[in-house]
């Protein structure tokens, strides 16, 4: 039984994790301590990816590997190289202003 839900349930794999949120063991030892993760950092290449809802590899990475200055300096090629995709279909001054907004995001993911 959960002791913060009072839940009775039987599991056969553990560890089994409750509707409440806590973690069983089955052994009733309390759960080890959970360590917070940290969020993983906002990027040129992560911001664009989601704003573009393209999983393709288009080369992402490599622009975050270059770093912003890059990025910036190259907004125009990253924008045609968008274009050239045929899955998200998106235009030249979409795709402009997507990697316009992508920077600025980024860059203020940075100061912080």
């Known amino acids: 039984m959960c002791p913060s839900c009072r839940l009775?349930?039987?599991a056969r794999v553990l560890p089994y994790h409750c509707q409440?949120?806590?973690?069983?063991?089955?052994?009733?030892?309390p759960p080890p301590p959970r360590q917070p993760r940290k969020p993983r950092p906002r990027t040129f290449g992560t911001v664009l990816r989601e704003m573009v809802g393209c999983g393709c590899p288009i080369g992402w990475r490599k622009w975050d590997a270059r770093g912003l200055d890059w990025c910036r300096d190259n907004a125009e090629q990253i924008a045609q190289r968008l274009t050239a995709e045929p899955r998200p279909a998106i235009p030249i001054d979409r795709s402009r202003e997507l990697v316009r907004r992508a920077l600025e995001i980024a860059e203020q993911a940075t100061v912080q």
Do not use: F, P
């Not at 409440?20 to 009733?28: A, K, L, N, T």
């Open 20 to 29: 409440c949120g806590e973690v069983h063991w089955g052994d009733g030892s």
């Open 8 to 10: 009775v349930k039987y």
